[in-house]
């Protein structure tokens, strides 16, 4: 029988959620508020999104919704 193909792992790109200012280490996004400061909130057009308990902050737009 012939080996089972793997995908490469992609490495951990926990380095962008950070910016290095001197010794300090900023965070970039927000912590969610349910989950504590060890877990970011994804940015998405409209939305912050927690991805451990789906916690979600909508974004408000300075333009009016298109109704149809």
């Not at 927690?50 to 916690?55: A, Q, V």
Request: a positive charge; one cysteine or more; glycine letters at 6%.
């Amino acid at each position: 029988m012939a080996k089972k193909k793997t995908k490469p792992k992609r490495p951990s790109k926990r380095y962008s959620l950070y910016q290095v200012s001197g010794e300090k280490a900023e965070r970039k996004n927000k912590s969610c508020p349910k989950c504590g400061s060890g877990i970011f909130m994804a940015k998405h057009n409209d939305r912050l999104v927690c991805g451990k308990c789906h916690y979600t902050e909508f974004i408000k737009s300075d333009k009016p919704a298109e109704k149809k």
